[in-house]
């Protein structure tokens, strides 16, 4: 189900494409909410169908996948790891 297009649900064909801008702005907020900072493209073909997908990230340069890991240590070094035991159980 994820990597099918949405279907913008539109009933008439003349609605579709409206219906799919909509849609994609919709989860497009659901996207921003959760915290996702990357930015997606809706598909215009799609759109066009009344389906709602978008394009495929670009690729990082190498400057930006260094710096991700960078910031993946950093956080990594502020990370604690913690085991309790309940009931004799780890």
Do not use: Y
Not at 25 to 46: D, H, S, T
Not at 47 to 72: C, N, T, Y
């Amino acid at each position: 189900q994820w990597q099918q297009p949405i279907d913008a649900g539109a009933i008439s064909q003349r609605g579709r494409q409206g219906a799919a801008e909509e849609k994609a702005r919709q989860v497009l907020e659901v996207l921003v909410a959760r915290g996702c900072k990357e930015e997606f493209v809706a598909n215009p073909v799609l759109l066009a169908e009344g389906l709602v997908d978008f394009m495929p990230a670009r690729d990082l340069s190498d400057d930006e996948v260094a710096d991700a890991q960078r910031k993946r240590a950093e956080a990594a070094k502020s990370t604690r790891t913690a085991v309790a035991v309940i009931d004799g159980h780890e």
